[in-house]
């Protein structure tokens, strides 16, 4: 039970860090378009 809740834990982390690095990539790309214009 517990090493089944530590696995869906370290998904959910994942899916999270995920997702922020995401934001981060979108940003960045928007800020070297505007750079570009």
Do not use: H, P
Request: overall charge positive; glycine content about 2%; cysteine-free.
């Amino acid at each position: 039970m517990i090493k089944i809740q530590y696995v869906r834990f370290i998904g959910i982390r994942k899916q999270k860090l995920d997702s922020y690095l995401l934001k981060i990539k979108y940003q960045i790309r928007l800020n070297l378009i505007r750079r570009v214009k």
